[in-house]
Nanobody
Framework: QVQLVESGGGLVQPGGSLRLSCAAS????????KGWYRQSPGKGRELVAT???????NYAGSVKGRFTISKDDAQNTFYLQMNSLKPEDTAVYYC?????????WGQGTQVTVSS
């Protein structure tokens, strides 16, 4: 099993920045992909960004150029740096990890962008 714990959510004004962290523990060997998803009220969970074990990244079009996913393998932690935040970025953000057909999810952290 893999345990994921997010931190760093909160309330921020439009145009502001936040950095989310996801600390992984447990059987973290052979994790292929790490990522962030988000879910807004009344909407399904959507991909935000992913990063492979080799460092290749992928972003949703709505966040490209504003968000950056990164990882620190030595600390078993990965991050989502969110800049130029917009009200439509308001959601619960979930970190996730994939190993083969298995997926692991954090508990979610609320990000609210509002003036």
């Amino acid at each position: 099993q893999v345990q994921l714990v997010e931190s760093g959510g909160g309330l921020v004004q439009p145009g502001g920045s936040l950095r989310l962290s996801c600390a992984a523990s447990g059987s973290i060997f052979s994790i292929n992909v790490k990522g962030w998803y988000r879910q807004s009220p009344g909407k399904g969970r959507e991909l935000v960004a992913t990063i492979t074990s080799g460092g290749a990244t992928n972003y949703a079009g709505s966040v490209k150029g504003r968000f950056t996913i990164s990882k620190d393998d030595a600390q078993n932690t990965f991050y989502l740096q969110m800049n130029s935040l917009k009200p439509e970025d308001t959601a619960v953000y979930y970190c996730c990890a994939f190993r083969g057909l298995s997926s692991y999810w954090g508990q979610g952290t609320q990000v609210t962008v509002s003036s």
